[in-house]
Structures are given as C-alpha cells and as structure tokens.
C-alpha cells in the first residue's frame, strides 16, 4: 500500500509528480522518491527517507528536469523504511520503476537474476521487477514488451510503472490486484493509484482492470492491452466529488474536518434511497428489488473500522429483517472454506474498495461459488470491489484522507441500515416500524450535527486521558461494536493501549485490571440494555476504575466522585450506535493532539491497505 504516480506531459513534471505524491500519503510514508527521465537523455533519480516533504527540500536543492516521469511514496512491506529501500528502483542507470504490491516470488527470481549476475542493492521484493525488465527489454529493446513479458513472470500483487532513458517519450505501467488509474489530459496522460493524486491536473479518468498492461506517450496517446495483450479500450470517466474535497480547510487536521463533515454527507448517503415509509429496494444496483426476497442468510466480510459497522449490521438485520447475519473479518475468512446455506447474500464492507483481505475474500467466495449475488457497500466508485461485485451501494462519504476512518464509518452504518429496511420491506411491505426508521434517518444529519455540539466538551476531558497507557471501552448490544471503533480509533492515533468488551463480559475477566490508572469508557443509549449496563459500571467503580459515560440524556446515570457524564440527545434505539460513535471519534482526537501524535497519518500505518 504504496502510492504511485506517472507523468508523460509537454511540460516539466517534477511538481505534478509531487503533489500528486502530497495527495497519495494516506497510502504510505515512511520514504519517498522520483525519477525523471531528462530531455537531453538519461534518467536522474532523488530519494528520502521520511515523508513526502524530505523527498520535496532534497528536490529544491536539486531539481529533477524532464516531462516524463514516475513517483513513489512507501509504506514498508520488505525492508526497513530507508532511502536504499526507497522506490523508484533501478537496474543500471537506466531503467527505474516504481512498485505498489508484494511480489511473492520475489526470493525464486532474485536468486535466478542473481545467478545470472544482476546485482541487488535493496532489500525490497521490487528490485527483481527492475532487473526482470531489464533483462527484457535487452531482448525486445520495447519498453512496453518488456513489460507485458515481466508481469508474466510475477506471483503476488503489484500496481507498477516503469521508466527507460532509451525510450524518454513515454512510460508504461500495469496492474493485478492492486489499483492504478490513468488520468487524461490535453495531450498530456498520468498515472496513478487514485484519482486523488491527479486532481490537479485532470478530472477524467481510465480505471484500469486486472492484468491490464498501458503505455502513455507523448501527445497524450494512451495505449491499454488486456491480460492476454491484446489492445483495448476502457472508458474515460469523469471524477464528480471536485478538488475542494481534498483541502483540510480551516480545521486543523483532516481528522476533525471529517468528523465534522458526518451529517452532510450522511445526508448525502441518504439522497434518493428513501421512500415514503420504506427504502426503496433497487437502490443496489439492477435486479436488486427482486433479489432482496430471495435472501436467506447473509455473510458479511470486511476489516478494521468496516468490520465494526458489520458487527453492528448483524443486530440490526438479524432484529429488524429476520435474516441469520454472519460477520467475520476478512483475513481469516479468505483462507476458511466455511459452509454457505442456501440464498446467501455475500456482503463487503470498505472505504477504499481496494483492501486487498476483503478484495481477495470476495474472490474466494465467487471461486467457491454457492452464494445468491455479491454486493458492495464502498466509499470509492470504480474500486475493484465495487467492479467485482454483482451488486453495489456507494456509501457517498466523499474523500476520506484521514488515516482514521470516521464519516466512511457513519455513512457504512446508514448504508447498511438501508440495506436492513430494504430486507424488511421485501418480506413485509410497508409497516410501522420501517417507517418510524426511515422518519429517523431523514432527522439523522440534525441529530448528528447536535452529537458534534459536544467537541468542546469532549475536549476538556481529553486531559484526563493524555498520561494514561490504557483504556477500557464498554458497551452492550449494537454498543458493543461502537466500543470496539472507540478502542481503535484511540490506539491507531494516540498509542494508547484499549480494548474494548461487551460489558456484560467483564467479570469473566478483564475486571482484574481495573484500577485508578485504568479509565473505563462506556456508551449507555437508553435501551433495553441499559439497567444491565449500570450493573456493571457499579462492578467498575466499586474496584476503584473511573468512569467517563456517554449517556442519552433521558438515562438515570449521575455524576459523582470517579464518574464523569457526557450527555447525548434521546435517540430511537436503533439509530444510537451513529449517534454514540462521535464522542469516541471526538475523544480519540483531542487525547491524539493532546500528545502530539501525527493525528492524520499515524506511524505504522496508510490508510489503504492493498497488500496482505
Ligand atoms: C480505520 O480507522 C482503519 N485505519 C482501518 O481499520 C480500515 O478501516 C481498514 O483497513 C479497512 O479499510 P477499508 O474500509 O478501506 O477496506
């Protein structure tokens, strides 16, 4: 999960390649690199350890001429994050490529290229490509040969693009299994690993499918050859969300500016799909209407953040639709060969589309056949998942640069409220119930917008959280899942040690580490749960734990010596786990900003995450 970025234009290209790698850091940042293929001939080459902007200071010391070229920002798979192991990388001094993807048989070729005297200077699975290339391109002297007969050669994933001083006109890249776009110009072409590193140039778009293989030339000639090489031609598509959506604005981090963004584009996710008194059914693409009353089961698949809102979605469906839901994450469920009931709705949840976990699940389950239809439920239109998918929902979030996922989160859990009311409807038809959620759902942004009210208070309390190692979250019912973000949002940005249990869980265990030093959070809506929860936050404090609840403000919880109580608005049952995701949001800012962490782009961490 690296970010790439090409350029082929009638001007110099050097700052188009680094703004673009400015927009792609979400993807990875431990170091950062370019070559230029120059116009006299030769190919000059920079590289940084760190993030984007060292690679930028190295650059204004001594710029890279030229008007083709590629660009890498990398988030370490093998090898330690340093400038020998930063992209591009080279074969001699001539050939350079960048590479997004593991290349799984990278030990087998670089022990036959080795052999046959290529020599390695990084501990990257990416220098067999160079050298594969250039072996190639000995032959075929064709940049563009060469490279359809060195992907022939790879096992893993990888989203490359390649540069040859012999050929200064152009560059060529390819894709499987990770993305790569192609942004067209006015006589000019890129190459990218999302739309959003190009916007500054163009607004139309290639996306490029699996085992496709490009060439950019100058003039802006476009050449794309499918898996078996044959030449073919992909649509251009136009990008609607406009650049302002990448600006952090006036807000300090593109964290809090997302939080902030959850009730308009809440709004946006809710935009036509709703009926009078019931979701309308087509909304997931074409035959979708009739398909929701064939459903019998539902398998939903997804990581990280995308995991928890299908861990709230399996209350929900099994409660409101009667469906039996089953939700596993996706890097276990690639490798089970676990058994599909009949008329099995096979679900993938993610921001990106592009996760390669859920990505390869989604492939393990159309190879193993057995499932009704697939369906996406995704934050980026023409991601792979969302192409792969029999059926799909766009979750409208717009883009999400925050490494911490927040509005994809919300609008994932509206979305997939949608998805519930749909299967209602198709077994009901209209009833009370539906149309009491959908009344809910269109008052959502309101409520929302009432929900981020709290930041300032949220933020005094942030103090009590900037010394402690640890945090416990509680929760119980669709509170379970939300306590569980809340723990990872506050690990992923702030290193805090949390975890999160179902609060009816704790005296099986966690209650042993319980103590002063030990806040414990907890989400108490007002529903059937809560007189069950009140129990066991008096087991927290009674052991001497202190108490930060998040409490709708009709709940009988009080303020005392080690508890603090933030108050939520009242909210129907089902909608709370929206509601109550924002103040965990919120507190995981303020403690991150509080211990001055890098809020945005948390070390260790990118936000797309298209390797294994
Ligand atoms: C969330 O804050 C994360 N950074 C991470 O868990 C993320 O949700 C996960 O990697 C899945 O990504 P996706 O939604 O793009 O598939």
Redesign the pocket.
Known sequence: MCGIVGAVAGRQVQNILLEGLKRLEYRGYDSAGMSILAEEGGLSRQRALGKVAELDKKLQQAPLRGRAGIAHTRWATHGRPSEENAHPHQSGDRLAVVHNGIIENFESLRRELEGQGYTFLSETDTEVVAHLLAREYEQSRDLLQALQRAVARLEGAYALAVAHAAQPDRIVGARKGSPLIVGVGIEEAFLASDPLALLQVTDRFVYLREGDVVQLSDGGVIEVFDDAGQPIERGIEVFEHGDNAISRGNYRHFMLKEIHEQAAVIAKTLEGRLGDGHVMTHIFGSGSGSLMTDVRHIQIV?????YHAGMVARYWIEKLAGIPTQVEVASEYRYRDGVVPDNTLFVT???????AD?LAALRHAQSHGGYLASLAICNVPGSSMVRESDLSLMTHAGPEIG???TK?FTTQLVSLLLLTLALRYARNGDDEMQARLVGALRQLPQLINQGLALDGDIERLSSAFAEKHHALFLGRGTMFPIALEGA??LK?ISYIHAEAYPAGELKHGPLALVDSDMPVIAVAPNDELVEKLKSNLQEVRARGGELFVFAEENVAISEGDGVHVLRLPAVDEVIAPLLFTLPLQLLSYHVAVLKGTDVDQPRN?A???TVE
């Open positions: 997804a990581c990280g953040t995308s949840l993610s921001q990106s589309g592009e996760t859920t490494v911490a996922s994809a990872l949002k992923e961490l936000k797309s995450v």
